[in-house]
């Protein structure tokens, strides 16, 4: 049986730290309409405003000609993040270390992709020749789900 298609919902703004305020409120109102509870919006406003961060400071090096995408996508079961830049990419596993290691604890980069990890359920990227996609997952728990059907 395949999945009905998810509600999606398309953001885009200008690579700008001070509009990641927009971000967060947009993502905040999708955690509530997934109802998920209070700790998992802000794990997940968290997650993304670091994966948005992460366009504007490294994929975009903070050009604000250029403009980030985030894409929600609700199904009944999760909620599906994209935060995608025009960016090169990197390398994951030289900066997706473990931070909380004592030769990690002070590092100033690194901590970002760790976070996302905390927060969500599935954290990927994807890099390709039009730039780099972070997708974030997040799972509704399974008496919300039932609840729904």
Request: proline share 3%.
């Amino acid at each position: 049986m395949s999945e009905p298609n998810p509600e999606t919902i398309t953001l885009r703004l200008p690579s700008r730290l001070e509009l990641l305020a927009v971000l967060d409120r947009v993502t905040l109102t999708v955690c509530e309409r997934m109802e998920f509870d209070e700790d998992t919006c802000s794990q997940l406003s968290m997650a993304v405003i670091e994966a948005g961060t992460n366009a504007v400071q490294h994929g975009h090096k903070r050009d604000a000609s250029k403009t980030f995408e985030t894409e929600f996508r609700l199904f009944a079961d999760r909620l599906e993040v994209d935060v995608r830049d025009e960016g090169g990419g990197f390398d994951v596993v030289g900066v997706a270390r473990d931070v909380t290691t004592p030769e990690h604890l002070l590092d100033m980069r690194g901590r970002g992709i760790f976070i996302m990890r905390s927060c969500c359920d599935e954290v990927d990227f994807d890099f390709t020749d039009s730039g780099t996609v972070c997708r974030l997952v997040k799972h509704r728990p399974a008496a919300r789900r039932a609840a729904d059907a």
